[in-house]
């Protein structure tokens, strides 16, 4: 019985926990077999230990020229979608205008609409107006993917914040440029931040959308994905490892700058 009554109380937890192991459990598997030596070209089974990945972790050719063009995009993509998505936002949530409520109800589309009707109609829209596709047609066809993930973002943010601060500011004399760099940009801050590291992951590892706009252009997950058909590099999983190390490094450089602001407010 008091093995139960433990197992009671500690459900959540257990639950919780069995959860997130089955979460990074292919991050694992991918970390493990990034240090193996396969001896044919796929590297599926476990044969001996080996650094020689880790030593060269660009000895495939092209791989890390399609992993800096994806980074590139990465990059671009999150700087257009986050400014366009918080003004979006802003406009949604503080003003009113005709069509608000069915801009707000579109906005949501992208999210829901399947990744391959979006790649085809962006592909139909490239074509019908004569475009070159490459990476100017995989940098707008990610913009207009991440946008709505970014107001998304931000919206929830700016309906939660207080107006009586800016209404404060005014009357401390701010004008409204000092109110916005110093009020509501930093409260607003937070959304804005997780709207634009939503928009880095899911530009840098989309494939569908850049499958469709690409044309000869190569992009990482596209050089995985055709790696996959001849073999797969060891070099893949030395590169998937280091971008897990990497998000969970801002994961908890984010926790602790959290925690340090708490405990300074308390």
């Given at each position: 019985m008091p093995f139960v009554n433990w197992l009671k109380r500690q459900l959540v937890v257990i639950a919780g926990i069995l959860t997130l192991a089955y979460l990074l459990l292919p991050n694992v598997i991918v970390t493990v077999f990034s240090f193996n030596r396969p001896k044919g070209r796929f590297n599926y089974e476990w044969q001996?230990?080996?650094?020689?990945?880790?030593?060269?972790?660009?000895?495939?050719?092209?791989?890390?020229?399609?992993?800096?063009?994806?980074?590139?995009?990465?990059?671009?993509?999150?700087?257009?979608?986050?400014?366009?998505?918080?003004?979006?936002?802003f406009a949604l949530v503080r003003?009113?205008?005709?069509?608000?409520?069915?801009?707000?109800s579109l906005i949501f589309l992208?999210?829901?609409?399947?990744?391959?009707?979006?790649?085809?109609s962006l592909l139909t829209l490239f074509l019908n107006m004569g475009a070159q596709l490459g990476v100017m047609t995989i940098l707008i066809a990610h913009i207009m993917f991440c946008l709505s993930f970014v107001v998304t973002a931000v919206k929830a943010r700016v309906?939660?914040?207080?107006?009586?601060?800016?209404?404060?500011?005014?009357?401390?004399?701010?004008?409204?440029?000092q109110t916005f760099l110093r009020v509501t940009l930093p409260i607003a801050a937070p959304g804005i931040a997780a709207g634009a590291l939503l928009s880095f992951a899911l530009s840098f590892?989309?494939?569908?959308?850049?499958?469709?706009?690409?044309?000869?252009?190569?992009?990482?997950?596209?050089?995985?994905?055709?790696?996959?058909?001849?073999?797969?590099?060891?070099?893949?999983?030395?590169?998937?490892?280091?971008?897990?190390?990497?998000?969970v490094l801002i994961t908890l450089f984010s926790m602790l700058v959290s925690n340090r602001r708490n405990k300074q407010k308390a």
């Open positions: 001996h230990f080996s650094l020689d990945a880790w030593k060269q972790p660009c000895g495939v050719a092209d791989m890390c020229g399609s992993l800096s063009l994806s980074l590139q995009i990465a990059v671009w993509a999150t700087v257009g979608a986050t400014i366009l998505g918080t003004m979006i936002a003003y009113r205008f005709r069509a608000r409520g069915a801009v707000n992208p999210m829901a609409m399947p990744e391959v009707v979006m790649a085809a309906m939660s914040m207080d107006p009586r601060l800016e209404e404060a500011a005014r009357d401390l004399y701010a004008g409204p440029v590892d989309d494939f569908i959308i850049t499958n469709f706009n690409a044309g000869s252009t190569v992009t990482f997950p596209m050089f995985v994905w055709g790696s996959a058909q001849r073999g797969t590099p060891v070099q893949i999983n030395v590169i998937g490892t280091a971008m897990f190390l990497v998000a």
